[in-house]
């Protein structure tokens, strides 16, 4: 880590600031809920003072704008998706398992962080509500510093700051891009230990950002693919390398509660065993909580991140447990207005993604100067008609006419990959999300890419009025951007943009440990992955890095179990 | 808060299974003996209480109940191993552990839940 960076400030940081003044936390919303009167010590799922704050709050006549969002309970006010936990006696508990470190959620930052606590001497659980470990993309993202100019580094940290829009917390990016190449390179040795076929692709993958102000950049980038094989499976072989490490995992077992002495330390968790019976899980030193983002609990992502409600959901079962968790354990959420994550690399090639082809809208009109970036596409294509559907259109003609853009071709052999109308085998895709046309009219592309086939035909002529001027009037797009769509056959990429994640959290300092609402440390509780706050702050995750995601999540699992293990 | 409909909750389907919750308790709480309009097991002179207990308490029924008639889950899985593309019940999001109730509703019209994501054109009984 950079040590002009590392100086211990006696005030928090401007990022940290901000999150304990706007975020959520049981504090600040029953301090709104209640007019103010609330603002006690309210640690311990049975504080008293919570008691007598929720039963203010549950009588105030005019309750405010607050309410119809949430409800006042016996513990507390409450938001619907924050279900207050209710107290488990310890006559339910079945059985008491004691660990030095508890992780729950086995994905791309818990495996990583039960690994690496138990390569630095600690017995440790993994507690997992699904049957297995889970977790999807390919790519995760690590500086090589050893290939990398000093200057590259931090030029890169500002990039990626200023892709957050400067409103995430500058040390964990430095942490990331000063720890990210030992952590990337260790997941891809130690997958490799449990039978995964993970390649390193190393700068190769990052040809866009080997340069940055000029600074030249090296980088380790783990691939756990082609398609359909995927982080996911790549996770499960990193499992079995923990299990021989001595990790003990406990599947098909959702955590249910976080087990919280008086003075607000957390002490373990308890789950629930296939037979709906209670297993505590005692954590001397820390649990670590890594169960992923909230995007299928409609409430909670209706109310951070009102962006996504009509846009369609890439994963099951992402229903936000850690966060409730966090939130009664005192964590606060960051404020509204969450990074999110959308993208389609199914439908067609991922390298032609951003290639600004004539766009158009689910009905066929253009609606976007092209050079916009899949990433961002759905800013325009949030409401309930378009759901993140839009196509690329091009002609016979896309090798030639585009092949000085950025990006990548796909020729049109293999493309057939990519069309379920062709009736050849697919390989390196999703063979159920593949979504490429080609037809030989625009009126027949525009029925296969579910347009409506007279809105095309308009659009496609003007789009070559515009193209024969030599001037796009109508969304500015750049001159050299511009090529006509007059050749047959005719080509249409119809992608369709979900959430693949949520990217915004919970308030944590750089131990990757859980802030209260006056920002002290809770001891035991580390939050990682897309739990963990404060790495974004965008309205969009970048894609300035490949894999940034998937690298954020395997390094600070790394660092984050190491730090446990050695409480 | 506006009412939700199952098809706006398409997308999240945990979140269905919320609404099916709904669906079920409305069928616990309907009198013993009186057979539900939409239920296929009371068709076949199943009983309320066979699969909701007799506590009476408004309840979704657990996967565990199901498998008490229906086999073990890995059973099941063999049994549908065949079905194309991909076999329901056992696959890579899941293994053979979903939840019966995510697909198969008992008071509503079943729902294929691959549907939202893949072309995975299921029949759900």
Known sequence: MSQDHLKEDKEPDPYTQQVLESGLSRRSFLARAAGGAAAAGLFGLSGAPALAAGARAAKTPNPGPDAAFGKSADGGATLSFLPKPRPIHDREIK????????????????????????????????????????SQGNTGAGVDLATSEKAGVEALVARLIADSNHRCNPKLVRQWAYHSGEAVKWVVDRARQGGSPVVDQGSGA???????????????????????????????????????????????????????????????????????????FLATKGVILATGDYQNNKAMSDYFI???????????????????????????????????????????????????????????????NETVEMSLMNNYLKDPGNAGHYSQIFDADYMTQAAKWPGKLVPPEGLKHYMPDDPGAKKGVFASQVNTHVADTIEDLARKIEADPATLA???????????????????????????????PFYGIHRRVRLSAICSGMLVDENHQALDADGRPIKGLFLVGNLGGGFYGGVDYPLTVFGLSLGRCYTFGYLTGRHVAKL | MNRITARQWAAA?????????????????????????????????????????????????????????HGETKDLAAR????????????????????????????????NLCLPCHAFNFQVP
């Open chain 2, 80 to 111: 549908t191993a065949d079905v194309k593309p991909n076999n329901p019940h056992e696959n890579r999001h899941l293994g053979t552990e979903a939840d019966c109730n995510r697909c198969h509703h008992e008071h509503a019209a079943s729902e």
């Open chain 1, 95 to 134: 059985r008491t398992l004691t660990f030095d470190v508890v992780v729950v959620g086995a994905g791309a930052s818990g495996v990583p962080a039960a690994l690496s606590a138990a390569e630095n001497g600690a017995k440790v659980a993994v507690i997992q509500k699904a049957p297995f470990a889970l």
């Open chain 1, 206 to 280: 990052q040809r866009a950002i080997l340069k940055v102000n000029g600074y030249g950049m090296g980088y380790v980038t783990s691939f756990f693919g082609p398609k359909p094989y995927t982080t996911g499976d790549g996770m499960r072989a990193l499992a079995k390398t923990a299990e021989k490490a001595g990790v003990r995992f406990f599947y098909n077992m959702p955590a249910v509660q976080l087990v919280q002495n008086k003075a607000g330390e957390i002490l373990g968790v308890i789950a629930k065993d296939p037979d709906g019976q209670y297993v505590k």
């Open chain 1, 458 to 488: 308009a659009t496609v002529k003007r789009y070559n009025e515009l193209v024969a001027s030599g001037k796009d009037s109508d969304f500015g797009k750049p001159s050299d951007r511009l090529v006509p769509v007059l050749k047959a």
């Open chain 2, 13 to 69: 389907p945990l979140a269905a299974l919320l609404v099916l919750m709904g669906a079920a308790s409305a069928a616990a709480a309907a009198p013993q003996g009186k057979a539900d309009r939409m239920s296929k097991h009371a068709d076949k002179g199943i009983t309320c209480a066979q699969c909701h207990g007799k506590t009476g308490k408004k309840a979704v029924v657990p996967k565990k109940q199901c498998l008490t008639c």
């Open chain 1, 306 to 368: 009102p962006d996504v409600k009509h846009l369609g959901r890439k994963q099951l079962d992402r229903n936000g447990d850690g966060f409730v968790l966090a939130y009664w354990a005192g964590g606060v959420f960051e404020p509204i207005g969450h990074t999110k994550m959308l993208h389609d690399f199914d439908a067609g090639p991922a390298s032609m993604c951003d290639m600004p082809f004539l766009a158009v809208d689910r009905k066929g009109r253009r609606f976007v």
